[in-house]
């Protein structure tokens, strides 16, 4: 997978060099280009933003310098999908990550300020596939942090990536019979604590009754902090008793 990323502000990429995705990098599993934006602004200050018109506070990214940087990353003919992290974009989900990981070419236009002028985004869709996402209802000062987050989600599902497969698949959100449920409780040695114990229903073998405590763990844990999930699930008689009492 490929991974384009422009912006003001190059060094924040930086974590992007450690932990798993770092080694993946090294093996040449995913190939991660940070650019500058700044690289295509030509006057003496290399100036990226203007006032908005019609007034209003903040400044707005001058649309030269990113239909330079995306002719140039992603010239006529080639089409990777453009991400444009803003809080007015569609709520990024587990289901985009997945979806993004199946892509083998993203490029990232990480926006500061009060965002990109419209233009470039219209530009842009004329030419290749172009997603607007937010990561939250939240504002950040700028798309950066937002890549960070959503290259993680991604790049961890991508095969190889992550040390263990079933780490992927028992994800609170990953698709299947855990879908929409949060994860419950996971414990290690010792088996005792400061006193406090493992659920002796972990220690006990029996693999059916595990998987039902842990099934029961994610609906207790999603109905007292993520209610709305719950509905999103097929539950069967025993999910319901649990839930009742
Ligand atoms: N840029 C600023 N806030 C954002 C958010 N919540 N999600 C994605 N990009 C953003």
Redesign the pocket.
Known sequence: MRLDIITIFPDYFAPLGVSLLGKARQRGDVDVHVHDLRGWAHDRHRTVDDTPYGGGPGMVMKPEPWGEALDAIAPSGSTPRLVV???S?RP?TQETAVAYAGEPWLVFAC?RYEGIDARVIEDARSRMPVDE???????????ES?VLVIVEAVTRLLPGVLGNADSVSDDSFAPGRMAALLEGPVYTKPPTWRGREVPPVLMSGNHGAIARWRRDQALRRTAATRPDLIARNTLDDADRSTLAD
């Open positions: 992290p803003t809080p974009g990024f926006g996402v937010s990561i939250g209802d939240y504002v950040l000062a700028g798309g937002a």
